[in-house]
C-alpha cells in the first residue's frame, strides 16, 4: 500500500486514497490485475453533509475509459458531522497492468442541498513501476 495518500479537498471536505495492488486476487496470465483503494472521508467544514452519490472514471493502460456511479459507498450512504470522517475500501480490476481512477462524491449539505467534492486521480500500477499520477 502507497505510504503517502492522494489527497484532494473541496470546501472543507477532504478525501484521501492508498491504493495497493492484491496480487492474491491478480492472474496476469488471464490478463486480470485487481487493486483495493482505501478511502478516507474527512468533513472539516462547519456543515453537516450526507454523501449520497459517487461517479468514477477509471482508465488503463490502452486508454479504455469505463465509468461508474451510483448511489452510496460500499452500500452506504453516511453522514459526516463537522470533524467527523469516514472510512472504507473497495476494488477495482483491470485488464492491464496500470491504469488510474478519478472521481466524486455527490454530498447533500444541510444548508446548501446538493454539491460534489472531489476524489483525487491516482494511480493504479504494479508494485515497484514508476507513479504516473501525482
Known amino acids: 500500500m502507497s505510504d503517502l495518500p492522494y489527497e484532494a479537498e473541496t470546501d472543507g471536505f477532504i478525501v484521501r486514497v492508498r491504493p495497493q495492488y492484491l496480487p492474491e486476487q491478480s492472474d496476469p496470465d488471464e490478463r486480470r490485475w485487481v487493486w483495493a483503494y482505501h478511502i478516507e472521508i474527512v468533513n472539516a467544514s ?10 468514477w472514471t477509471i482508465t488503463d493502460a490502452t486508454g479504455h475509459v469505463e465509468t461508474v456511479a451510483g ?4 452500500g452506504q450512504q453516511p453522514v459526516l458531522k463537522p470533524g467527523e470522517s ?3 475500501s473497495s476494488g477495482c480490476p483491470l485488464g492491464t497492468p496500470s491504469g488510474a481512477m478519478v472521481g466524486l462524491y455527490v454530498m447533500e449539505g444541510e444548508a446548501r442541498g446538493r454539491f460534489d467534492i472531489a476524489v483525487p486521480a491516482f494511480s ?3 508494485p515497484g513501476l514508476r507513479r504516473v499520477v501525482n
Open 46 to 55: 462547519a456543515e453537516t453533509a450526507q454523501l449520497v452519490g459517487r461517479a
Open 71 to 74: 448511489p452510496g459507498v460500499v
Open 86 to 88: 469516514y472510512t472504507y
Open 124 to 126: 493504479l500500477d504494479l
